[in-house]
Structures are given as structure tokens and as C-alpha cells.
């Protein structure tokens, strides 16, 4: 059935509802808060729940919902991207989605026949961020809500930036007309998708780099795309970004809460991790409130393949075992009263490299002991303090050359670069690396990886790309993997010296100090760089050897620096410069990276 759902403040929202025609019991509700549609749209079309996990509610007779949000698609009222939490709701005016949800439910449990006033409420990605803020509406009737990879800090670490750099790539083929159109105007319910056009490039390290700064997009993305403005508006982490952070909403939570990630998720695996952590900081003592990260891009483990991503394989089926063992357990128990959640840890998280689920008391583990691994002079990195007075290592930073992120030619931005060799950086000459010798033993990696950097440069600003990489045996072969690529499937990838992306992160250096207020750099003056390059699940295996790539652009993931203290939204062609960048590795400014690791 579809219904058109009243809010306090009169406002209707879409909903499509799929009651099962079983009427000799009473039945739990499962709701998921979209903005990407409810489509099919009519009472004579159903969701192809079939062909997914998904089934597994419907056999379990779960009346599941689905609603289009305030303002987008078939449903009425203004949409607001990240539309902030509002704790202090005084009157029928002062609505967020918080409220939305909690009306929703109240619509549902008094509306729907046997119904058994047991809700849940789930999503991925951007509904994601409408599960967490459904966790916040604390109904009486939410007993259990499970955020995955949600969308929680668009400044920080999720899709559009990380710790202030514009992921421009991701953001433009969003919202613009070129791409999905996302941003485009939506004054009237509607059911038709928006009208968009082709790129006119099919390549995107050539479409970023030639159509320029940044007030260039803002021209092709046109004066219809309201929040492009507001990121222009808004180029450092002031009251504006920090109302939109979801983690706000995660205080006195009431539901049963199963947080869920991908260590290689491309768009939102801060968002996983980070609200979780404020989950736990802020509901001490909660009985429910666990994490699970598994090897997955965006949305895998929603998907029937969990086996692999790009040329790594993870030796099972991590997806099912996922959606078997953990989601549809979660839910049924708490929804339905059946089975029981005792396998279900605090924190449950695959390690890649030893390809293995472990289950951790608390996330960091207890068990874990912060190493420092140097860089070294000739690209070494080991466990030992330089001794040299004066060492460093250095390249030159050119915004009309910059490093791309992946070797292929394409458009769309992968999922598998997550994980994609990165030997074609290593032989670029703005790209340091630096490794350790062949390990003599397992190093275990669980939690924070922190970049400490001394560095010098020799302009006003820069960005630092750190990656955290696996360095595969020379001697492994074609067969020792048995992965086929997913870039040829007719080929196997070489795997012998493979230099698998563990992990990466970016800071645009003028936050280095504060994402509020920054700071331009002294040309050639010895400066602390220190960042948390993000959450590590990894084993480096006996034989392998760990790598650090330190680069300063990342193109087009990372819009470019002009590598000048201007502001860069407003940046033009003349403002670009290069900038050589030196990474200091002496006694004195001893630049490292701190490793998580997990003792045996």
C-alpha cells in the first residue's frame, strides 16, 4: 500500500508499505528513510526485495516500509542536506528527521493492522544518516536501528571532504546536472528523476584538470544547486558544518544499535566508525551497542559478493556470513522476540591480510600496544629513531601534473581503489616511499594510524597524502591470489611485489592545527604535521614488508591545492604554483607513523 504520511507540522511524506497477508500474527516493522526514492511507484508494483538478503524479512513476515524524505521525490516540504538535529523541539514547527521518524511511527503502529509495535529502522549511506537521526526520535515502539556506513561529517571524513580537503570528484558528479543531478530543485512531488547531462569528457584526470579551480564548477554546476553554495560559503569547519555532524544526534539512545562499515568504503567509512565511538562516549553503560566493519566497498555487504574487492581476496563469503549471522539475527531478536544475539561481540572486525573475523571486548582493543615506525634515509622505515642531524627527503609539487589516484584511464570514481596496486605511484618522482625490510613475524594493525610529520615547505600551503600499504613477496605468482581482476576478467593480476592500499588518508595542510581557524605555513620553516590517517583492521603478513607513500595531491579525488594561502574556493589559475615538499627523517625531527599495533 502507499500512503501519504501526516507530520506535526501538517507536511506529507511518501511511504510505500508491504504488509504481509498473513493475518494470524502480529507482524514487526522494518523502515528505511530514503532520499534516493521509493520507486516503483504504484500499489501494483512491488520492491525487488527478492533478489536480495533482503527476502529473508519478508519470509520472516516483517512489514517493511520504506518513505521518501521531506522534500524529496513524492513527498512534500523543503529538503535540507544533513538537515541538523534539533534537540530542543518546543513546538509543531520545530521539526528535524528525528521527528519525521518519530511521526512515521506513530502513523505506522496506530495505522497498520497487526502490527506488533516493534519497529526497526535501517539504512546505508545516506540513509544511514536517517537511521542514526531515527535512533534519536527515541518512539517507544524503536527498539532497534542499525546505521550503515551513515553519512555523519561532510567536513572531516565522509564523501565531500576529508579534514577539509573538497573531494571534488565524488562532490560534482553528485550534485551537478552533469551527473546524478542529486542537488538539482525538487518544488513539487514528483515521481520522474531529474533531467541531467553527459560529462563531456569520458576521462576524468583530463575533465577535472582542464576545466580549472574551483569557481569553474561553480560555473558548470550553475545558480540552481543550493548546497554547492553552501560549501563555497562555507570553506572552513565553522557553526554551520559543526550543526550538521550526526554525531549530535547520538546521545540518551534508547534502541538497540548495530553500527556497520567497510574498511575499504570509499564514501563513508569515518561515518561507520566515528558514530559508533560517539555512541559509546555518549550512552555509557548502554547494554546494545556494538560495531561491525568488514572488508566491504560502499554497500557490499548488502550485496550477494563478499568474496573479494579489486585483485584482493578475502577467502569466504564475508557478505553472507554478514547478513546470516549478524543483521538478520539483530533484528529478529530484538523485533520479533526469536534466537539471540550472543554471537554478536562489541566489536566485530575482519581483518584483511589474515583474512579473519575477530571479536574485540572494545574497539580500539585493550590489547593493542601504539608503535612508532621512522622514516629512514634511502626509503627505509623501520623501529629505531634516526640518528642523522640533518636528513630529509623531498620532491616537487606541480597543481599541472598532479598524482592521480589510480593508473587506469576512466570516468566514474572506483570502488576497487581502495585496495589498487600502488606501484604506478611509486615511480613517480613526487611520491616518497618508504618501506621496511621483509618482516620476520605477523604485525597486527587494530585501530587509530596516526601520520607525524616534520616538514618544510616552500610555500604558503599543501596538502599531505599519507597511505598506509601492504607490500606483497616478489615471489608470489599469477595462482597464489586466485583472484581474477575485476579491470579484465579474461587475465589475472601479477601479485608477486603487489602494493595493496590498506589505507589512505588526506589533510590540507592549513588545518593542521585547528579545522577551524587555519593557518598559512612559514616558506621553509620545520612544521608538525600530525593526523589521524583513519581506523586500521590489517594483518601484514610474515615475508611482507609495510610501506608509507607520502604524496601532496590525489587527483581528482582531491581537489587541487593551489599550494598558496588563498581561499581556495574562490582560487583562480593564477593562484597555482609549485612547491617542493620536504619530509624531515634526523634525531631532531624524527617524522614517523604510529602504528595500533595488537599484541599476541
Not at 534537540?87 to 528525528?98: F, L, Q, S
Not at 574498511?263 to 548502554?286: C, I, Q, R, T, V
Not at 596538502?463 to 601492504?470: G, W
Not at 601484514?540 to 599550494?563: A, E, T, Y
Request: proline share 7%; hydrophobic share 35%.
Amino acid at each position: 500500500m502507499e500512503r501519504q504520511i501526516t507530520m506535526r507540522d501538517g507536511i506529507k511524506l511518501f511511504t510505500s508499505i508491504y504488509v504481509p497477508k498473513d493475518n494470524s500474527d502480529y507482524h514487526p516493522i522494518l523502515i528505511e528513510r530514503t532520499p534516493y526514492s521509493c520507486a516503483p511507484y504504484g500499489e501494483d508494483k512491488w520492491k525487488d526485495y527478492w533478489n536480495s538478503y533482503q527476502k529473508a524479512y519478508l519470509k520472516e513476515g516483517y512489514i517493511m516500509v520504506i518513505q521518501d524524505v521531506r522534500g524529496r521525490w513524492m513527498s512534500e516540504g523543503d529538503f535540507v542536506n544533513v538537515r541538523p538535529f534539533n534537540p530542543d523541539k518546543r513546538t509543531n514547527k520545530d521539526i528535524d528527521e528525528a521527528s519525521d521518524t518519530y511521526d512515521a511511527i506513530d502513523w505506522l503502529i496506530k495505522n497498520i493492522p497487526h502490527n506488533n509495535r516493534k519497529v526497526g529502522v535501517f539504512g546505508i549511506s545516506y540513509p544511514g544518516f536517517y537511521s542514526t537521526m531515527a535512533a534519536a526520535c527515541n518512539h517507544p515502539a524503536l527498539v532497534a536501528v542499525s546505521p550503515q556506513a551513515p553519512v555523519t561529517n561532510w567536513f572531516i571524513g565522509d564523501d565531500f571532504h576529508h579534514n577539509g580537503a573538497f573531494f571534488i570528484m565524488d562532490g560534482f558528479s553528485f550534485y551537478s546536472p552533469l551527473g546524478s543531478g542529486f542537488g538539482l530543485p525538487h518544488p513539487h512531488p514528483t515521481s520522474v528523476p531529474p533531467n541531467t547531462i553527459d560529462f563531456p569528457i569520458h576521462d576524468n584526470y583530463k575533465f577535472y584538470l582542464e576545466t580549472g579551480p574551483l569557481p569553474a564548477f561553480s560555473k558548470l554546476m550553475g545558480d540552481s544547486v543550493s548546497f554547492w553554495k553552501d560549501l563555497y560559503a562555507h570553506p572552513n569547519y565553522d557553526a554551520w558544518w559543526k550543526a550538521r555532524d550526526a554525531r549530535n544526534a547520538t546521545k540518551k539512545l534508547q534502541p538497540a544499535m548495530l553500527w556497520v562499515g567497510g574498511l575499504f568504503d570509499a564514501e563513508d567509512n569515518w561515518g561507520a566508525w566515528n558514530s559508533y565511538k560517539a555512541a559509546e562516549k555518549n550512552n555509557p553503560g548502554k547494554e546494545f551497542n556494538k560495531l561491525i566493519m568488514g572488508p566491504w566497498y560502499h554497500v557490499q555487504w548488502a550485496n550477494s559478493d563478499g568474496t573479494h574487492l579489486g585483485n584482493i581476496g578475502f577467502g569466504s563469503n564475508t557478505s553472507i556470513w554478514y547478513q546470516q549471522n549478524m543483521e538478520i539475527p539483530f533484528f529478529n531478536y530484538f523485533l520479533k522476540g526469536i534466537g539471540d544475539v550472543s554471537k554478536i561481540a562489541e566489536a566485530n572486525i575482519f581483518l584483511t591480510g589474515a583474512n579473519e573475523w575477530r571479536q574485540f571486548d572494545q574497539w580500539p582493543p585493550a590489547a593493542k600496544e601504539d608503535k612508532v615506525l621512522y622514516f629512514q634515509e634511502d626509503g627505509k622505515l623501520n623501529w629505531t629513531r634516526p640518528k642523522s642531524v640533518t636528513s630529509f627527503s623531498e620532491y616537487l609539487s606541480d597543481p599541472s601534473k598532479p598524482v592521480p589516484y589510480t593508473e587506469d584511464v576512466h570516468f566514474v570514481r572506483t570502488r576497487e581503489y581502495m585496495t589498487d596496486d600502488q606501484r604506478f605511484a611509486e615511480r613517480r618522482p613526487d611520491v616518497l616511499a618508504f618501506k621496511t625490510d621483509i618482516l620476520p613475524e605477523d604485525v597486527t594493525v587494530t585501530g587509530v594510524v596516526t601520520a607525524d610529520l616534520l616538514t618544510a615547505i616552500s610555500s604558503t600551503d599543501a596538502d599531505f597524502v599519507v597511505k598506509l600499504i601492504d607490500v606483497f613477496p616478489d615471489s608470489l605468482s599469477y595462482n597464489n591470489v586466485n583472484i581474477y581482476s575485476d579491470k579484465d576478467p579474461l587475465s589475472i593480476y601479477p601479485m608477486g611485489g603487489y602494493e595493496m592500499l590498506v589505507h589512505g588518508e588526506v589533510l590540507r595542510g592549513r588545518y593542521r592545527k585547528s579545522l577551524e581557524k587555519p593557518e598559512p605555513f612559514v616558506p621553509d620553516k620545520i612544521e608538525n604535521v600530525k593526523f589521524n590517517i583513519g581506523d586500521v583492521a590489517h594483518t601484514f603478513k610474515k615475508g611482507h614488508r609495510i610501506m608509507v607513500q607520502i604524496q601532496s595531491s590525489w587527483f581528482p579525488l582531491v581537489d587541487l591545492n593551489p599550494q598558496k594561502f588563498v581561499n581556495i574556493y574562490e582560487a583562480g589559475q593564477k593562484d597555482f604554483q609549485k612547491a617542493t615538499i620536504r619530509i624531515y627523517h634526523d634525531a631532531k625531527n624524527a617524522s614517523n607513523i604510529l602504528l595500533p599495533v595488537l599484541k599476541k
